[in-house]
């Protein structure tokens, strides 16, 4: 599974960014797809993931502000962030499960700065 994501950049705070991420190919179902995020001397965490059936888990700092969505027939993952803080600035990474193996995209850059 090949995942491309997009949509990262400068935001101030308060601001709104959506991530895309599409996975290339053809597949029955990919069965969780979702975003992980690693800031600078830190570990790498869960942001939001979410099931074929629509099922979705947030870290609890951005529970309230990010909505994660996916189109199954198009194999894409969104994730929208609202009210964005400083503390959400990191490198965002798509995941993709599927057959039991994780996937990961490339990786793009949300900072968060007045």
């Known amino acids: 599974v090949q995942l491309q994501a997009s949509g990262g950049g400068l935001v101030q705070p308060g601001g709104s960014l959506r991530l895309s991420c599409a996975a290339s190919?053809?597949?029955?179902?990919?069965?969780?797809m979702g975003w992980y995020r690693q800031a600078p001397g830190n570990q790498r965490e869960l942001v939001a993931a979410i099931t074929t059936g629509g099922n979705t888990n947030f870290a609890d700092s951005v529970k309230g502000r990010f909505t994660i969505s996916r189109d199954n027939a198009k194999n894409t993952v969104y994730l929208q962030m609202n009210s964005l803080k400083p503390e959400d600035t990191a490198v965002y990474y798509c995941?993709?499960?599927?057959?039991?193996?994780?996937?990961w995209g490339q990786g793009t850059q949300v900072t968060v700065s007045s």
């Open positions: 995941l993709a499960l599927y057959e039991n193996r994780y996937y």
């Open positions: 190919g053809s597949y029955s179902s990919i069965n969780v």
